[in-house]
């Protein structure tokens, strides 16, 4: 009788789902065909934060870029819960190391959460987690879902680091075990690998998380 | 291997009450007024229970148990690939030593189609199969045990809710060679014994040999395994009998992935089903794992309706530019 194999931990959310088969069908975020593919340029954004300050991608050009999508109410991202990576200190610890390591690393939360509520109720709910964690961050605000259906991105976290060159060099989970703190974190060893002037070793993952509610 | 309760409509039905009946109701909520998750919190939103709460192992053998999820209405908590977002029910076991858990045997899944989504998981209830096992030296006698649940469970909004349950082990003498399937669980548990055949009747099984299910994968411009990108078509087929739906769930594959936007439908024409599955490979992605096209092919639309696991290496090319098991 076949027999599923557990996936370990580090493997149960580590199965690749790189770029969507081209021979998609009937995909629900189908009006933008996502043009994020990892060792291919990032795509050109420009989001306005929750503070009013304006984000150009192309502005970074020279530094290592880490996109995090973000949902304050996702339990996995920005919501009460304890395997919330804000609330439960991995993403300050994550942010601590990448400094160490190359302290011109640049991470930014991008919110393409719509599910039909206000942008002002979504940007303050925002604002309220970070208050919380106590970790400055900015939060984009991608409220029709632009930028976040060219990335692809599918749930919160979902992570994207892009090198110097505006290079994708990796995207996905956030860590390889959601439930603890023991283990690796792709988006440090990305950002080392890049510093290092190496190409990471895990270059996709399959993220975990809450899908993301986008503008229908 | 399974009990051999044959699917008896007695014992399913005596298994449902007793799952209903253990379903703590809920306080109805008033139209117009928005759900607050803060009525029920994350972790009474699925009530986990142990089936059977003392579980006897022979010595050298193994017994069934059945973890089972009662589920708030409305909400659903994941399968081992859910789908677009969510993350699988989890469970870690602390057992004595000599005694090892399996994995879980999943039961056929729900599709749930949301305006943003499409996911596998479990609604209104699910029983997880797990197998314990005893090692030849393990001395006889009484041992505690637990086990720990997480899981994400869903409505529109997401929670991660979780529980602990501590059980009882009764290690007995080692059984006959020959030992019926129905010595595994004590005959005295009827509640156990019903329950744990009700869902393993669930639980997507290897196609027979008789079946003559066809599972290959194909690669029209061949497969290199130095290639970024494979282009293949995982192709099935075999009989329908009395179902005019079949549809293809993956599995979460590392380096092989399968279209978005949820199952892929088939289609059924003179008692035959054929499902064409279009897959991409890529061998850098695989995290070391045997490449595969895996999942479960579903004949009808109901979570009782038959189920067949799909597996099929995927591996150096053969002069045909195919595949096969």
Redesign the interface.
């Known amino acids: 009788m076949h027999v599923k194999t557990r996936l370990s931990r580090r493997l149960a959310i580590a199965a690749a789902a790189a770029c969507c088969v081209s021979l998609a069908h009937a995909g629900l975020v189908d009006d933008v065909a996502a043009k994020a593919e990892v060792g291919k340029p990032a795509p050109a954004f420009t989001l306005t934060d929750t503070g009013g300050t304006t984000h150009n991608l192309a502005d970074f050009k020279g530094k290592t870029v880490v996109l995090e999508w973000f949902s304050p109410y996702c339990p996995w991202s920005g919501g009460e819960s304890r395997g919330s990576v804000h609330r439960n200190g991995k993403v300050k610890s994550l942010v601590e190391k990448m400094k160490a390591v190359d302290p011109n690393v640049v991470y930014v939360l991008v919110n393409s959460t719509h599910q039909g509520r206000p942008e002002k109720e979504i940007a303050r709910d925002s604002d309220a987690v970070l208050a919380t964690t106590g970790v400055k961050l900015p939060i984009l605000m991608d409220y029709d879902g632009t930028v976040g259906k060219m990335y692809g991105a599918k749930v919160t976290p979902h992570l994207y680091v892009i090198d110097g060159e505006g290079v994708l060099r990796y995207q996905g989970a956030f860590d390889s075990d959601r439930n603890s703190t023991d283990g690796s974190n792709y988006v440090l060893e990305a950002v080392t690998a890049i510093k290092n002037g190496e190409t990471p070793s895990t270059a996709s993952t399959r993220p975990y998380g809450c899908g993301v509610k986008y503008k229908r | 291997m399974r009990p051999r309760a044959a699917p008896n409509r007695l014992i399913a039905a005596a298994g449902l009450l007793t799952a209903t009946m253990t379903t703590v109701a809920t306080a109805q909520l008033l139209p117009g007024v928005p759900a607050s998750p803060r009525e029920k919190g ?1 972790d009474e939103l699925a009530r986990m229970s142990l089936l059977p709460e003392r579980v006897g192992i022979p010595v050298g053998g193994s017994a069934w148990v059945l973890v089972r999820l009662a589920i708030e209405p409305k909400w659903h908590v994941y399968w ?1 690939n859910p789908g ?5 029910v ?1 469970l870690k076991w602390t057992l004595p030593a000599g005694i090892s858990a ?3 045997r ?1 039961p056929r899944p729900e599709v749930f189609r ?6 596998y998981g479990y609604a209104d209830e699910v029983g997880l199969l797990v197998e314990l096992k005893a090692s030849e030296e393990i001395g006889t006698g009484a041992r505690s045990a637990s086990i720990r649940g ?1 899981w ?1 469970i ?1 409505k ?5 809710g979780g529980a602990d349950r501590t059980f009882e082990i009764e290690v007995s003498g080692a059984v006959e060679a020959d030992a019926t399937d129905s010595d595994r669980v004590p005959i005295t548990d009827s509640e156990a014994f019903a329950a744990i055949a009700r869902w393993q009747a669930q639980v997507p ?2 196609p027979p040999e008789k079946m003559k299910l066809r599972q290959m994968v194909e690669f029209p411009n061949g497969f290199r395994a130095d290639a970024n990108e494979n ?1 293949g078509v995982l192709r099935l087929s075999g009989p329908a009998g009395r179902f005019s739906e079949v549809r293809f769930l993956p ?5 092989t ?6 199952p ?1 439908e088939g289609r059924v024409a003179s008692g035959r089903f054929e499902v064409e599955v ?3 490979v ?1 061998p ?4 070391g ?1 045997a490449l595969r096209a895996a999942g479960i092919v579903c004949l009808g639309n109901a979570r009782t309706d038959p189920a067949f ?1 799909i ?1 099929v290496p995927i591996g150096p090319p053969t002069a045909g530019g195919s595949t096969a098991p």
């Open positions: 994350p081992r677009d977002s969510g993350v699988p989890e399996g994995e879980i999943w949301t305006p943003y989504e499409i996911t997480d994400m869903c529109e909004m997401c929670l991660i099984v290897a282009a599995d979460a594959t590392p380096g992935t399968y279209p978005e936007g949820g892929v279009p897959i991409s890529r850098g992605d695989a995290l794992e696991e597996e």
